[in-house]
Each structure stands twice: as structure tokens, then as C-alpha cells.
Nanobody
Framework: QVQLVESGGGLVQPGGSLRLSCAAS????????MGWYRQAPGKQRELVAV???????NYEDSVKGRFTISRDNAENTVYLQMNSLKPEETDVYYC?????????????WGQGTQVTVSS
């Protein structure tokens, strides 16, 4: 069984910063790509950033220059540093990982962490 657990969300003022973490645990052989997605009520879930096992990265256009994704392969953990946050980025943020475990290849989602940007 593989689990992803997010942390680091909360309330922040416009222009502020947050750092999200996601730790994978369980029967894991290896992890390929890991990513962060966000979703508001009634809206589609969208990719924010993704990072491969070789640390190649890709970002949604609106967050380039403000957000940074990174990972610690030894700890199976991915991070998202978010700077200069905007009110319209108030969403639930989800961690995703492409995992090879005891039963083979599996795409996994975390439970999500709430990010609220408001004065």
C-alpha cells in the first residue's frame, strides 16, 4: 500500500509565501514523476508543477518565476515553494506521484491541503 500525505497549507496574506510538502510511504520500489495540482470548487483540477526523478521540471505559465518545485529522492518527498501568492490562487492543492510498488505501476493522489490567500 502506498500513501501520499501533504502538509504546509494554511492562511496567508496576498504577496505572502507558503511551502508545501508531500511525503510518500509504503511498499515503494521507485518513483518517477511527482507533481502538484490545484482545484477550486466547481473548477477543473489543473497541473501547477511537475518534477521527474532526474529533477527536470515544468510549470504552469502563471506560476513561473514565483513557484519552485523540488524533491528529496532519498526521503520520497516533493516540495512546492510558493512566493508572491495571489487571492485567485486560493485552492485545494493535491500531490500526485507515479509509483512502482509491490503490485506494479500505480498513479497515486494525496488527500489535499487547503491554501487560502486573503487579507
Amino acid at each position: 500500500q502506498v500513501q501520499l500525505v501533504e502538509s504546509g497549507g494554511g492562511l496567508v496574506q496576498p504577496g505572502g509565501s507558503l511551502r508545501l510538502s508531500c511525503a510518500a510511504s509504503g511498499s515503494i520500489f521507485s518513483i518517477n514523476a511527482m507533481g502538484w495540482y490545484r482545484q477550486a470548487p466547481g473548477k477543473q483540477r489543473e497541473l501547477v508543477a511537475v518534477i521527474t526523478s532526474g529533477r527536470m521540471t515544468n510549470y504552469e505559465d502563471s506560476v513561473k518565476g514565483r513557484f519552485t518545485i523540488s524533491r528529496d529522492n532519498a526521503e520520497n518527498t516533493v516540495y512546492l515553494q510558493m512566493n508572491s501568492l495571489k487571492p485567485e490562487e486560493t485552492d485545494v492543492y493535491y500531490c500526485n506521484a507515479d509509483v512502482y510498488g509491490a503490485i506494479g505501476r500505480l498513479n497515486c493522489w494525496g488527500q489535499g491541503t487547503q491554501v487560502t490567500v486573503s487579507s
